[in-house]
């Protein structure tokens, strides 16, 4: 923010609290970590609808999912919150709503039927004691498979349907000197990739049973084992410079067809937009292999802090029913690359990767949730990342090996 | 042991002063010590105290916020199961004792070069001491540049021919920790150069002409006799070398992301990690008093001998 707009929110801020009542309940503050070109604008029009019907918006950005879910809680800590603010569902949620820093938006959830509009599981992850505590502003995919298509077409595959396949359809692409995965080796990569290799080969009940119950036997299965393996097959089609890369520059390599496939969220997509390709013309887009359909959710969402009590302020309130808008989600879901929240939005304007997201979703059975949404605290989700990401860099385990020790990191950080 | 007080008296007191009875002088070093106070409490509230208050976290069972539920020494119990905390340890005696070792042994020998007399001294000064101006983000990103295989160093030496060449430390487990050592001493090397120079230009030239009638041969000189006289700039480098590597936690970030897994973690970046990404506050603090404990184990003995060897007096 520049000096001359500090000046601005702290005399709005000043004013507001001055002149009692209106202008007061209709300022809120709303702390992001969404600093790159396409999040901005998708945020934007979520601004400009608030806007629009009276409120205020004071912007306050942090880069860094991290350290901008810490300035939040730090700030709800010495007594100064942001009213509305950018987070994570899950477990850390809810520990801000056991110790009474929450606000609840229970009302506007109520009067405007989320439950009935918003994916079950998703209700359940943004429900603390029954009361909404976070507005689900929209829903990634995390099990995508991005493709060149002229890359695939110089090899002579097709696009892999199992993981089988995938497996020979790498190999081919590599002897035609193309890297069959475009890979970013940070440890959140290497699980969503692991993931997608999870649910591909175990299939959906496994993967759900899987993170919500964190059950022994299934750790120690034999089709864990199988997932392991596979996992491991795909270490030779990652080239030596993956280690640490980005996730956005192996999703340019896609792009100019340096790799082949990147196994990513559908954030990539608004990379590929913002390169100016149609998704599903030169990049295209298809579920991960697997045995059946499923959609690994994950959601953006804002939670709201407590100002006086846990009742939503007017402000927090009108903020909660923007986000919710039919036609602020259109707006806002095709900047950036996801699909609405609701369920009942008209999905004729997205492209078509979003359409053939949205008409999966329509079946509850592919319903599948990020770890962090199953209610998997952090630690162990954090513990399943360094686990993965060890199994994945190191050059002596053996899968059966990765597996103990996937098991192990998991019970240790229960 | 003289009394201060009484020198102050002696060299500033009048004879009227002296007759005032009835009335305490104010001592100058009453005013010195007023002046040390608010620094003082500083000291022993923020840095001591929040060492008890990390110490009371860490038996807690304290996730994202701080929660007094006492739960004994669960949490080190958690630590030491820890794979990737004893990872971090390792990586850091190998880190520290290849950081301290080569920033000591290259910029000493780097002194002695440029004190035997070169043209152009304070050009090879400023030259070694312009990658102390950068901070550690910055040579870590310069480094992870030059050490990428497929961009840095590996790919323009095969660019010029030796098509065999490898350099992909960077990206291999095994390896990775070694990089941090290069990066580190790239870029501290200069001030222990700054400080081992300074060192050797306090060195009474006679002792130079006395072993050159003596006629020891000049490495000689160095080991046996000028590297002893340098004992106290030995232990200012290694005990500021020490701190640096301790803080280490910007130049993982930057150069490794704690590399390929969590090869090239050290605890610093494992304590932060799991205090703000993780909400593992008591696996943090845990982690963070076991590397005081640490430090403390390591560093002290060493500062314990070296200030009685001053005051004993053999040190010079």
């Known amino acids: 923010m520049t ?28 702390l992001h ?105 929209n829903i990634h995919g995390e099990n995508w498979m991005f493709y060149n298509k002229a890359a695939l077409e110089k090899a002579g595959v097709d696009v892999p349907k199992s993981w089988d396949d995938f497996v020979v359809a790498a190999q081919k692409l590599k002897d035609a000197g193309i890297i069959p995965i475009g890979l970013g080796g940070q440890p959140w990569q290497e699980r969503i990739m692991f993931n997608s290799v999870l ?45 640490g890369r980005n996730w956005n520059e192996a999703t340019s390599m896609v792009i100019k067809g340096d790799a082949a496939f990147q196994f990513m969220g559908d954030w990539a997509k608004g990379e590929i937009i913002a390169a100016g390709i149609e998704p599903g013309t030169t990049v295209g887009c298809a579920f991960a292999p697997a045995i059946d359909t499923a959609y690994i959710m994950t959601v953006d969402a804002f939670a709201f802090s407590a100002m006086d009590g846990e009742e939503a302020t007017p402000a927090q309130a009108k903020m909660a029913h923007v986000m919710l808008e039919p036609d602020v989600q ?46 998997v605290p952090s630690a162990v989700s954090g513990a399943i990342d360094d686990s993965i990401s060890n199994f994945w860099n190191s050059t002596d385990m053996s899968p059966a090996e990765g597996q103990a020790q996937f098991h192990q990191a998991i019970s240790n950080a229960k | 042991m003289p009394d201060p007080a009484q020198d102050v008296l002696h060299y500033s007191a009048t004879p009227q002063d002296a007759h005032q009875k009835g009335r305490r002088r104010w ?27 990390t110490f009371v976290i860490s038996l807690t069972r304290s996730r994202l916020l701080p929660v007094y539920k006492f739960t004994g020494f669960d949490q080190y119990g958690r630590l030491f199961a820890n794979e990737r905390w004893w990872t971090a340890m390792q990586n850091l005696a190998i880190h520290g004792f290849l950081f301290i070792g080569g920033c000591i042994v290259f910029g000493y020998l780097l002194a002695i070069l440029i004190d035997r007399g070169v043209k152009a001294e304070g050009l090879f000064r400023t030259v070694f001491m312009l990658p102390l101006s950068m901070s550690f983000i910055v040579t870590g990103v310069i480094w992870q540049w030059v050490m990428n295989p497929g961009l840095g160093l590996q790919e323009a030496v095969r660019a010029l021919g030796w098509a065999g060449f490898e350099f992909n430390w960077i990206v291999r487990p095994d390896r990775s920790i070694y990089t941090l050592a290069i990066a580190g001493i790239w870029q501290q090397v200069g001030l222990c150069m700054a400080l081992f120079l300074a060192g050797l230009r306090n060195i009474d030239p006679n ?18 006799i000028i590297t002893p006289m340098m004992r106290t700039v030995f232990f200012t480098v290694f005990i500021l070398m020490s701190a640096i590597v301790m803080k280490a936690f910007d130049l993982v970030v930057a150069l490794t992301g704690g590399g390929p897994g969590f090869s090239s973690d050290l ?49 010079h």
Request: glycine share 8%; charged share 20%.
């Open chain 1, 3 to 30: 000096k001359l707009s500090k000046v601005a929110a702290l005399a709005a801020f000043l004013s507001a609290g001055v002149s009692a009542g209106a202008l007061h309940a209709q300022t809120a503050e709303v």
């Open chain 1, 33 to 137: 970590w969404w600093t790159s070109g396409s999040e901005q604008a998708a945020l934007a029009e979520v601004r400009k609808v608030f806007e629009a019907s009276g409120g205020e918006w004071v912007d306050t950005p942090i880069a860094g999912g991290g350290n901008a879910r810490a300035a939040a809680v730090n700030r709800m800590l010495g007594g100064d919150p942001a009213a509305v603010f950018q987070f994570s569902i899950g477990q850390q949620l809810r520990e801000l709503a056991d110790q009474g820093l929450l606000a609840n938006v229970d009302k506007v959830a109520s009067e405007e039927n989320w439950d009935q509009k918003l994916p079950p599981l998703i209700v359940k992850a943004a429900k603390y004691d029954g009361d909404y505590i976070a507005a689900p502003i």
């Open chain 1, 199 to 243: 649910l591909g080969v175990a299939g959906r009940e496994f993967y759900a049973k899987l993170y919500s119950t964190l059950d022994d036997d299934l750790l120690d299965s034999d089709t864990m084992r199988k997932v392991f393996e596979t996992f491991a097959a795909l270490k030779p089609f990652v080239d030596e410079g993956s280690p």
């Open chain 1, 330 to 375: 259109i707006a806002f879901n095709k900047k950036k690359g996801s699909i609405p929240a609701r369920m009942d939005v008209p999905a004729d304007s997205f492209d078509s990767c979003a359409q053939t997201a949205i008409r999966t979703l329509q079946d509850e059975k592919t319903h599948l949730v990020s770890t962090g949404l199953f209610g």
């Open chain 2, 27 to 53: 001592r100058p070093q009453w005013t010195a010590r007023m002046a040390l106070i608010p620094a003082m409490a500083i000291t022993i509230f923020c840095f001591y105290g929040f060492i008890i208050w």
């Open chain 2, 207 to 224: 002792i130079w002409k006395a072993a050159r009638v003596d006629g020891i041969p000049v490495w000689r000189v160095y080991l046996h």
């Open chain 2, 267 to 315: 605890p610093a970046r494992f304590v932060v990690d799991h205090i703000l990404n993780r909400q593992e506050l008591g696996l943090g603090a845990a982690g963070a008093f076991v590397l005081l404990c640490t430090v403390i184990a390591v560093i002290a003995p060493y500062i314990y001998f070296e200030l009685q060897k001053e005051r004993s007096g053999r040190g």
